[in-house]
């Protein structure tokens, strides 16, 4: 193993995006959790409601500086290697809660949300799942310099869509949630064991680093 190898187990933050205490997606980011755990990952499992924070208004930034809600965040999001969001869907595109949050996280410098590693999920009662809401929570993060993982996965009829032990009632659909977790933690491991694999990876505009610039690019 290389001497620059990460130390101890992978890191992830899982955040329930949803603010109902019984939701579904809190469900689904316990079972990814779950998953996780049981793949070796030390895994931090977070609930929206945990970080307060107002809606994003440049005053009130000038005024009081960045809210203790997403310095909170801020803080779990450093001490993890990736991060899960399980997000519902609202009208087909993402919760302002959600938007909200990454808004005032992204204030704050430097930028958290780059170079890490995320995977979408969503469970949704709507018959064609969550997938809407996922893509245009990429967006965002993505225009952050998150590395969102290509493969997102997407739990549809979730109302239905639990035993009551908290695994999906569908075999075929949790086998396929247990493959997107660990083939994602795969690529998570490669990227924070082996940093003598230099590379650069483009930034979004608002945030300069002062790492020196290495020759692989990729985006």
Not at 39 to 53: H, P
Request: some cysteine.
């Amino acid at each position: 193993m290389p001497t620059d190898a990460h130390p101890g187990p992978l890191r992830v933050l899982v955040l329930g995006a949803a603010l109902r205490a019984g939701s579904t997606n809190a469900r689904l980011a316990s079972l990814v959790g779950r998953m996780m755990t049981e793949a070796g990952a030390a895994v931090d499992l977070a609930a929206m409601r945990e970080f307060d924070m107002p809606l994003y208004d440049g005053d009130v930034e000038a005024e009081g500086g960045v809210p203790d809600g997403a310095l909170a965040l801020r803080d779990r999001l450093e001490r993890c290697d990736a991060f899960v969001i399980a997000s519902p869907e609202y009208n087909a595109s993402v919760p302002g809660v959600v938007k909200n949050a990454i808004d005032w996280v992204s204030r704050i410098r430097p930028q958290p949300f780059k170079t890490k590693h995320a995977l979408l999920v969503s469970a949704s009662p709507s018959l064609v799942g969550g997938n809407r809401g996922l893509w245009a929570l990429r967006v965002p993060l993505e225009h952050l310099g998150t590395r969102v993982y290509p493969d997102m996965f997407s739990l549809a009829a979730a109302h239905q869509g639990f035993t009551e032990d908290g695994q999906l009632t569908d075999p075929a659909l949790q086998e396929r949630l247990r493959e997107t977790v660990t083939a994602f933690l795969h690529l998570v491991e490669a990227d924070a064991r082996y940093v003598c694999l230099q590379r650069r990876w483009y930034e979004f505009p608002g945030d300069r680093t002062e790492a020196p610039v290495t020759q692989r690019a990729e985006d």
